[in-house]
């Protein structure tokens, strides 16, 4: 492989010839060879596009010659559209700060830079530190990305695929509002509901996330950007954060700020802890749902059968016929992944020592993993097994006349004792309780059959 020979403040190092990046990335990939993971496409977007607008931001100021910013912002452009990725090569498991990621970034920008203006790759023409990282440092770079990259995903991402969701189990909350069957509590028969009722508890379950999901622009829309070093935003302009997180929230259309308090900014990363917990939630509610609907599609003959899942594969490589509920297991393990992720984002945010916290390339990794897990899963779950849910309403209806939970609706008119009696004889006999109850309950005809009439019991009228 050919190379060429960069410098950085260590001295010289190889780097590949046809290489953006420089010597610090190069001793980074040295250093690092631990896990073969890498940024996200969208903290690199978010990165990129930092790197555009402080350039104009510093040009603006007189503090960046506008020739070789406009050549910087091009080249950081390119960057946040994704055809530098493959330049972009530090592991996830690097210093805490993420100093190699940003100098990764600023020497493919002042690289490329310098290529745009008619100059070589590495002949420092466009300084990555003097230019493109010009009024800034990793310690609010890298929490500034991260903070921009997990709300622009949740936003424009994953809020639409769970209210593509919740718009798909509402529709089904209607198409099966007369549908009665019978309510389980401890995994016991309970009183009776209506399929219905228990689709728009899923589907407020989604709503509920949603709005968890919206409350964290309060704090995930404070950026670190202009606190330098350490918070007190040596080296930088004093307008460059306000200018450029102006720019930032007009080119993103989000609400983004300059935090008010900038040692907190740089020294904690609790909003991306709070994020965390929030898709926590996200992937409990989702566990919660696709194991339902994995239940009561649970059969087709065997099972409680209240449900037929679509087909989307075959479920065995040994029985014929064998249909598995695959997209609840997807979604399930999806969830399961995000609750692992939320311990290791719980573990780093803890790691906020004095004025910087160090474990920020986990917590980038992990959240932006966690939100596109979320995102992906919930669209293929909507459209590959919620739309297609079908109800079997024999099955759900059959059920409740045999129910023994079904003479709790006596109660009131004979007491608990005596219904108890009746449901225990209604289970000894293996009859239902409706016919028991006729024996035992000295009721009349029409009020026996008011009591058990399950609509009645759903509060339907």
């Given at each position: 492989m050919k190379s060429r020979t960069e410098t950085d403040s260590m001295g010289g190092m190889q780097v590949p010839a046809d290489a953006y990046f420089g010597a610090q990335t190069a001793r980074a990939v040295e250093n690092f060879p631990v896990s073969g993971l890498r940024f996200s496409r969208a903290f690199i977007w978010a990165l990129g596009l930092i790197k555009k607008h402080a350039a104009i931001t510093n040009a603006d100021l007189g503090l960046l010659d506008k020739k070789l910013a406009a050549a910087i912002q091009q080249a950081a452009q390119e960057v946040a559209e994704g055809k530098l990725d493959a330049q972009f090569v530090v592991d996830i498991f690097q210093t805490g700060s993420g100093t190699s990621t940003n100098m990764n970034a600023n020497e493919v920008i002042a690289n490329r830079a310098a290529e745009l203006l008619g100059g070589k790759p590495g002949d420092k023409s466009v300084h990555p530190n003097d230019h493109v990282n010009r009024g800034q440092s990793s310690n609010d770079v890298i929490p500034t990305a991260i903070h921009l990259?997990?709300?622009?995903?949740?936003?424009?991402?994953l809020i639409p695929a769970l209210e593509s969701l919740q718009s798909e189990l509402s529709r089904k909350a209607k198409a099966f509002a007369d549908i009665i069957k019978i309510g389980r509590t401890h995994l016991q028969d309970a009183t009776p509901i209506t399929l219905g009722q228990e689709f728009s508890g899923y589907a407020s379950q989604i709503a509920h996330s949603v709005s968890r999901l919206l409350a964290l622009e309060n704090h995930l829309g404070e950026l670190p950007l202009g606190g330098t070093a350490v918070g007190t935003g040596l080296n930088t302009h004093p307008q460059f954060a306000r200018l450029t997180i102006g720019r930032l929230a007009k080119e993103t259309s989000l609400k983004l700020r300059e935090a008010p308090n900038h040692f907190e900014a740089q020294a904690a990363r609790d909003a991306c802890v709070e994020a965390s917990g929030a898709l926590k939630t996200v992937a409990v509610t989702l566990i919660k749902i696709a194991n339902d609907l994995r239940h009561l599609g649970s059969g087709p003959?065997?099972?409680l059968g209240e449900l037929k899942l679509p087909a989307t594969q075959p479920g065995s490589s040994i029985m014929p016929g064998k249909v598995n509920p695959v997209m609840c297991e997807m979604m399930i393990q999806a969830g399961a992944q995000v609750i692992g992720h939320d311990a290791a984002?719980?573990?780093?945010?803890?790691f906020g020592n004095f004025e910087l916290n160090t474990m920020m390339p986990l917590l980038a990794h992990n959240l932006l993993q966690s939100i596109q897990l979320l995102t992906n899963a919930s669209m293929i779950?909507?459209?590959?097994?919620?739309?297609?849910?079908?109800?079997?309403?024999?099955k759900c209806e059959g059920n409740v006349e045999r129910s023994l939970a079904f003479c709790t609706a006596l109660v009131p008119e004979i007491g608990y004792d005596r219904a108890a009696k009746i449901a225990e004889a209604a289970?000894?006999?293996?009859?239902?309780?409706?016919?028991?109850?006729?024996?035992?309950s000295g009721l009349d005809e029409a009020t026996l059959n008011r009591l058990l009439d399950p609509r009645h019991q759903t509060g339907g009228e």
């Amino acid at each position: 492989m050919k190379s060429r020979t960069e410098t950085d403040s260590m001295g010289g190092m190889q780097v590949p010839a046809d290489a953006y990046f420089g010597a610090q990335t190069a001793r980074a990939v040295e250093n690092f060879p631990v896990s073969g993971l890498r940024f996200s496409r969208a903290f690199i977007w978010a990165l990129g596009l930092i790197k555009k607008h402080a350039a104009i931001t510093n040009a603006d100021l007189g503090l960046l010659d506008k020739k070789l910013a406009a050549a910087i912002q091009q080249a950081a452009q390119e960057v946040a559209e994704g055809k530098l990725d493959a330049q972009f090569v530090v592991d996830i498991f690097q210093t805490g700060s993420g100093t190699s990621t940003n100098m990764n970034a600023n020497e493919v920008i002042a690289n490329r830079a310098a290529e745009l203006l008619g100059g070589k790759p590495g002949d420092k023409s466009v300084h990555p530190n003097d230019h493109v990282n010009r009024g800034q440092s990793s310690n609010d770079v890298i929490p500034t990305a991260i903070h921009l990259a997990a709300l622009e995903q949740i936003e424009f991402r994953l809020i639409p695929a769970l209210e593509s969701l919740q718009s798909e189990l509402s529709r089904k909350a209607k198409a099966f509002a007369d549908i009665i069957k019978i309510g389980r509590t401890h995994l016991q028969d309970a009183t009776p509901i209506t399929l219905g009722q228990e689709f728009s508890g899923y589907a407020s379950q989604i709503a509920h996330s949603v709005s968890r999901l919206l409350a964290l622009e309060n704090h995930l829309g404070e950026l670190p950007l202009g606190g330098t070093a350490v918070g007190t935003g040596l080296n930088t302009h004093p307008q460059f954060a306000r200018l450029t997180i102006g720019r930032l929230a007009k080119e993103t259309s989000l609400k983004l700020r300059e935090a008010p308090n900038h040692f907190e900014a740089q020294a904690a990363r609790d909003a991306c802890v709070e994020a965390s917990g929030a898709l926590k939630t996200v992937a409990v509610t989702l566990i919660k749902i696709a194991n339902d609907l994995r239940h009561l599609g649970s059969g087709p003959r065997c099972g409680l059968g209240e449900l037929k899942l679509p087909a989307t594969q075959p479920g065995s490589s040994i029985m014929p016929g064998k249909v598995n509920p695959v997209m609840c297991e997807m979604m399930i393990q999806a969830g399961a992944q995000v609750i692992g992720h939320d311990a290791a984002i719980t573990f780093g945010g803890a790691f906020g020592n004095f004025e910087l916290n160090t474990m920020m390339p986990l917590l980038a990794h992990n959240l932006l993993q966690s939100i596109q897990l979320l995102t992906n899963a919930s669209m293929i779950f909507t459209h590959r097994c919620v739309a297609g849910i079908e109800a079997d309403r024999e099955k759900c209806e059959g059920n409740v006349e045999r129910s023994l939970a079904f003479c709790t609706a006596l109660v009131p008119e004979i007491g608990y004792d005596r219904a108890a009696k009746i449901a225990e004889a209604a289970y000894e006999s293996g009859r239902n309780v409706r016919d028991v109850a006729r024996e035992m309950s000295g009721l009349d005809e029409a009020t026996l059959n008011r009591l058990l009439d399950p609509r009645h019991q759903t509060g339907g009228e």
